[in-house]
């Protein structure tokens, strides 16, 4: 039996249908542009409200004014309602009165009719059609997660009519943008260049070697130097060793074969939270340096070098002969990549006074030196004063990779008595390290995009304001496997949980 339902009423229960037109599809209204030649342009066509036909008789036997009232009641709304006939339930239109309904009765058969507008022209669906991770592969569509965490989907619309669907997109890593890429258009949210990490800058603590442990575990032989150590006289032999003694790197074995013999420890800077050496940095050591007899010599270098072991700069201690003078010099890379001098300094070996009225700089209660680099500048400090370098602009990058000590002497005289390392600090003023972005859109959040009402909302607010201007709102054309991909930022780490709603739509 034919039924007609409006709103929550079966019409059918109290008029048969004679005549319902439901025709076969909604006028279209064409904007059309005049040609230059023969014939006109389309422009752009849009569909016309629909209207239904209808005319009725009253069932038998039923009173014909009480039916009257009831259709009055029931058709003339000032609302629409939905509309739907038994052979074809699973659609209804959403529909309106327009115009008057026609009645005739002679008090105890009536006919009549009506016509309903259909303001958009088509019907839709009774359900609303489901597709998430937990149904794919069924009747709706699929859902595919891709190897790069992007998300295609192949949507199922059995329609006759585009569709515009709701998008449910749930993140389950960070992303800072998503886009909705469909056959007719393309949705960009957030914005594509957001970044998950940025680099912050801070002063950091490298090393603070003071125990035997210390400096047994950083300063190690350095097995690349096997025979002689450049210097700015001639080259050391490598023929000695050098190790923690009493209060720090001291001589342990000294060969008595060469002009000069020496021994060398390499202490590699570690790698900041970016994988790179430090760049910046200001150094802090403690030295003793004082003869018991004014035959003694020796030489006595802290060298800082890049990652080809090229120098930067270093700090030498230099007595070479009988006497009790002895020099402090600070050295510095020259453009042939070798060491020139910057500055000289001449105190007594004897004392560690640079003066008769001066305080020890290397005695046993003193000995603290520096050498800071920041940017091109390289400073060393005597008697508490800077004394400045500028290298060259290319330098300014420079990182500092390896740090040596070098002790050495001439064959015929004693060593300096006392020369020692007895400690050594590294701070890098210049510390990079990487901060966490907190994304636009985290793991949880609930992104919803309404393609019909042109909406966004995260986590049920609106976030309109997250559209990319450029972009549009689009539709699903009807067919099996009808591709939706949803990008994610390239720094997303999983693929993001997807539901889509629709109604289907026939004309």
Known sequence: ??????????????????????????????????????????IKTRRKAKEISMTFHVIDGLDVNVVREKLGKIISTTETKQLIFSDNPNFYYEAILTGTIEYTDDGFNADGGFTLLIPKGYSESVDTKKLNNDNSGEENGTIINNADNSVSVLINNNGTLPIYPTIKVTPTSETGYLAFVGQNGILEIGNPDEADTTTAKSQKLVCDFKTRSDFETNFIPDTS?????????????????IAWKDDGIRIAAMAQSSLWNAGVLRYEVPKDDLGNYVKDWHANFNTLYIQKN?????????????????????FEIYKGGIGENASLNFWLIGGDKKLK???????????????????????????????????????????????????????????????????????????????????????????????????????????????????????????????????????????????????????????????????????
Request: with cysteine.
């Open 341 to 507: 001098l910057f500055k000289n300094h001449t105190f007594s070996a004897t004392t560690g006074k640079p003066d008769k009225n001066g305080s020890p700089l290397f005695a046993a209660s003193h000995g603290g030196q520096a050498i800071v680099k920041q940017g091109n500048k390289i400073s060393f400090y005597w008697r508490g004063a800077a004394e400045t370098y500028l290298m060259g602009d290319g330098s300014a990058s420079t990182k500092l990779a390896y740090v040596y000590v070098v002790m050495g002497k001439r064959r015929y005289y004693q060593m300096v008595a006392d020369t020692s390392l007895r400690s050594f600090k590294l701070m890098n003023l210049n510390n990079e390290y990487t901060v966490d972005i907190l994304n636009k859109y985290q793991p949880e959040d609930e992104v919803k995009v309404d393609m019909e009402k042109s909406k966004i909302t995260v986590n049920d607010l609106g976030a309109n304001s997250d559209y990319i201007t450029g972009s549009e709102f689009f539709s699903i054309p009807p067919g099996t496997s009808q591709r939706l991909d949803i990008v994610y930022s390239n720094f997303t780490t999983s693929p993001p949980k997807v539901e889509i709603e629709w109604k289907e739509r026939i004309l």
């Open 294 to 314: 004014l035959e003694q010599c020796g030489r006595f270098q802290i060298h800082f070098a890049d990652e080809n072991k090229q120098p930067l700069a270093c």
């Open 225 to 241: 130097w096997t025979t002689s150590w450049p210097t700015n006289l001639e080259g050391m032999p490598l023929n000695s060793t």
């Open 1 to 42: 039996m034919f039924k007609v339902k409006y709103g929550d009423d079966y019409l059918t229960d109290y008029v048969r249908f004679i005549k319902v037109n439901r025709g076969v599809a909604s006028e279209s209204e064409l904007l059309l542009e005049e040609n230059s030649g023969d014939g006109t342009k389309v």
